[in-house]
């Protein structure tokens, strides 16, 4: 039925797609994956609000799943609030290890105000020297956004430029 329906929505008929998306979802009302999977189709289909429905589901269902918390999050950036948006995070934050659990710690914090708290967490990142060139590359970025925005512009720059460097190698 999953292919069906998205045979039927790359044919252009959303009716129709709804139609057997719904009959699978009544099918299988408790498979997170299923619901997971369908949830990214309503998505393409910019229907967010059985998307959302759909996300959360899943996410209720299998509260240890990173991706599909991640999910629900990245939707709900673009449709909720921010509160809503940050609980979901700190779940998927919660789930994570390494560099990037750490790396989002502080970003929430930046994002949730805490400029200081969020300025220390990347310049202690920094300094433990992350192996992930993404992760490092970021931190520059979201350091130098803080640094920006309490005006200490040539700092600002120096960590632009790393994050410049970093990417380009």
């Known amino acids: 039925l999953f292919e069906y329906g998205s045979a039927a929505a790359g044919s252009g008929d959303f009716d129709l797609a709804d139609q057997i998306w719904q009959k699978l979802v009544s099918r299988e009302p408790n498979n997170a994956e299923i619901l997971w999977r369908l949830a990214a189709e309503y998505?393409?289909?910019?229907?967010?609000?059985?998307?959302?429905?759909?996300?959360?589901?899943?996410?209720?269902?299998?509260?240890?799943?990173?991706?599909?918390?991640?999910?629900?999050?990245?939707?709900?950036?673009?449709?909720?609030?921010?509160?809503?948006t940050c609980a979901v995070l700190k779940k998927c934050v919660a789930l994570m290890n390494g560099e990037w659990a750490h790396f989002y710690s502080a970003y929430l914090d930046r994002y949730d105000n805490k400029v200081a708290d969020a300025e220390q967490q990347f310049r202690d990142l920094l300094a433990s020297r992350p192996q992930d060139a993404q992760v490092?590359?970021?931190?520059?970025?979201?350091?130098?956004?803080?640094?920006?925005?309490?005006?200490r512009f040539d700092e600002a720059m120096d960590h632009l430029e790393e994050a410049k460097n970093i990417v380009s190698d």
């Open 136 to 151: 490092l590359s970021s931190c520059h970025l979201e350091l130098a956004r803080i640094l920006d925005r309490t005006e």
């Open 43 to 84: 998505g393409k289909l910019s229907l967010f609000t059985k998307a959302g429905a759909l996300f959360a589901k899943a996410a209720k269902l299998d509260p240890g799943n990173l991706d599909m918390q991640l999910s629900l999050a990245s939707h709900l950036a673009r449709t909720s609030s921010v509160d809503e």
